[in-house]
Nanobody, 123 residues
């Protein structure tokens, strides 16, 4: 069973930066496509970014393109979401998720989930 733990959330001012980390345990991280999702209370969860198991293919939601960067370190079982130019509308709980990489980079079906980390951007 894969276990994912996020860290790195916090409070930041508009225009600031944060780096979220997702540490995996369970032994098959190199086979996982990883995604970062976010959710605001009362709204549906949305996928922010995804990266293929081999870290060669990435996908971003339109509103974060050019500001966020997803990366994956298979040697250290970690995925990252570098967030720059943060805006108040980026405020949400951010979750990392993983799935065996045998679907499209655009698929939002994931099997493993972290507990989430709060990101708050003040105006």
């Amino acid at each position: 069973q894969v276990r994912l733990v996020e860290s790195g959330g916090g409070l930041v001012q508009t225009g600031g930066s944060l780096r979220l980390s997702c540490t995996a345990s369970g032994g098959i991280f190199s086979m996982l496509k990883m995604g970062w999702f976010r959710q605001v209370p009362g709204k549906e969860r949305e996928i922010v970014a995804a990266i293929s198991a081999n870290a060669l293919v990435m996908h971003y939601m339109d509103s974060v393109k050019g500001r966020f960067t997803i990366s994956k370190d298979n040697a250290n079982n970690r995925a990252y979401l570098e967030m720059n130019g943060l805006k108040p509308e980026d405020t949400a709980v951010y979750y990392c998720a993983g799935v065996i990489d045998r679907t499209s980079i655009y698929s939002e079906a994931y099997d493993y989930w972290g507990q989430g980390t709060q990101v708050t951007v003040s105006s």
